[in-house]
Structures are given as structure tokens and as C-alpha cells.
């Protein structure tokens, strides 16, 4: 947001054409506002991305501890 406002400051007090420089600042800041959404959404993606692997991670993890405690408990009755 301070970059956006300091682009539009410097378009102001460069140009003479108040209407050019207004439309410029304008169109910059939507560019910038634009990059800003899309770079949000791309860290997003990846971090999602990330946590949905940790999380079948861990679930893979767990359905193997329950396999091997099914096993076990089924060894135990056997042995009874």
C-alpha cells in the first residue's frame, strides 16, 4: 500500500498534465494492485499445496501405526 501511494505521489509531482499523470498513477496502482493479488494467490497455492503433503503425510503415519496396533492385538488374541 506505501508503494502504491508513494508511485502516485511521484506521478503527481513529476508531470505538468495533472489529467495524464492522474490516469498513469491510476493505471500503475491497478498494475501493482493486480501483481499483488496475484503473487497472494500463488504463496497460497503453494503453502496449501505444502500443508495438504504434510497432512497425507501424517495421515499415512497414522494408518500404518493402526495396522501394526491391529496387528499386534490380533497376535495377542491368537496367543490366548
Known amino acids: 500500500m506505501l508503494l502504491l501511494i508513494l508511485v ?6 513529476k508531470s505538468a498534465d495533472e489529467f ?6 491510476i493505471a500503475s ?3 501493482m494492485f ?4 496475484c503473487w497472494h494467490f500463488v ?6 499445496d505444502n500443508n495438504r503433503k504434510r497432512a497425507d503425510d501424517q ?4 494408518r500404518d ?3 501394526l ?5 490380533d497376535c495377542d488374541e491368537v496367543c490366548r
Request: proline share 0%; glycine share 0%.
Open 8 to 13: 502516485y505521489t511521484l506521478c503527481v509531482l
Open 34 to 37: 493486480l501483481t499483488c493479488i
Open 69 to 73: 496396533q491391529q496387528f499386534f492385538q
Open 20 to 25: 495524464d499523470c492522474h490516469m498513469f498513477c
Open 59 to 62: 495421515l499415512e503415519k497414522l
Open 29 to 31: 496502482c491497478f498494475v
Open 43 to 48: 504463496c497460497c497455492e503453494s503453502r496449501r
Open 65 to 67: 501405526a493402526l495396522l
